[in-house]
Nanobody
């Protein structure tokens, strides 16, 4: 019953911003590390950002550090990815992710396209 549903993707010009959202259900959200991955055309999935259970610790890929911010709301069971100063190389499908005792779970993905 684990569900992760991403939203907020779209087309944006270089230098623009988007905020992605992930709605989580079916597990104890406030004890779980959450992650955002992305997959660009012709490439494998790469870790973008991660956040611990209470939001007190975050990690970012070097390519997005200083531009992206991961956050969470444990009341709403939501995790967010604020993306600023977007570059064409950020174009990818972005996925919300959680690892549970019985496996790993992915959202359906949301497309982000950065183009002029």
């Amino acid at each position: 019953q684990v569900q992760l549903v991403e939203s907020g993707g779209g087309l944006v010009q270089p230098g623009g911003s988007l905020r992605l959202s992930c709605a989580a259900s079916g597990f104890t959200f406030n004890t779980s590390y959450m992650k955002w991955f992305r997959q660009a055309p012709g490439k494998g999935r790469e870790l973008v950002a991660a956040i611990n259970n209470n939001g007190g610790s975050t990690n970012y890929a070097d390519s997005v550090k200083g531009r992206f911010t991961i956050s969470r709301d444990n009341v709403k069971n939501m995790v967010y990815l604020q993306m600023n100063s977007l570059k064409p190389e950020d174009t990818a499908v972005y996925y919300c992710y959680v690892r549970r005792w019985n496996g790993e779970y992915w959202g359906q993905g949301t497309q982000v396209t950065v183009s002029s």
